[in-house]
């Protein structure tokens, strides 16, 4: 099976199209670590237990909300190209929680 690839301009993580459609002003894209659990970039602490911490070595994912597909900020960078890193569930379990718990801090 190919793999799957987004639209990406610029080598610029902010301007990926998900292969579902889904864009950063559509549905919106979650900074991820690389199990594909959003992260937690606010200033307070502690981190919601939903969510991760910022992973220390800055290696970041992008979470495609609506489908579950995840990318790596440091591929897109490097390359200039969206591969699908691989997909998590984001309909139930703890991914779909801590996408709620980070809407909600974030709105
Ligand atoms: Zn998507």
């Excluded at 992008?62 to 591969?83: K, M, N, Q, W």
Aim: glycine share 8%.
């Amino acid at each position: 099976m190919a793999t799957e690839t987004a639209t990406v301009s610029g080598h610029d993580v902010t301007t990926i199209t998900c292969v579902c459609g889904n864009t950063v002003s559509k549905d919106g894209l979650i900074q991820a670590n690389s199990e594909g659990v959003p992260v937690y970039g606010g200033e307070s602490t502690p981190v919601p237990p939903e969510l991760a911490e910022w992973p220390a070595d800055e290696d970041l994912y992008t979470l495609c909300p609506s489908c579950g597909r995840v990318y790596r900020d440091a591929v897109i960078e490097e390359t200039g190209t969206a591969p699908v890193a691989f997909r998590v569930n984001v309909t139930a379990g703890p991914i779909a929680e801590a996408i709620r718990v980070h809407w909600d801090l974030s709105s």
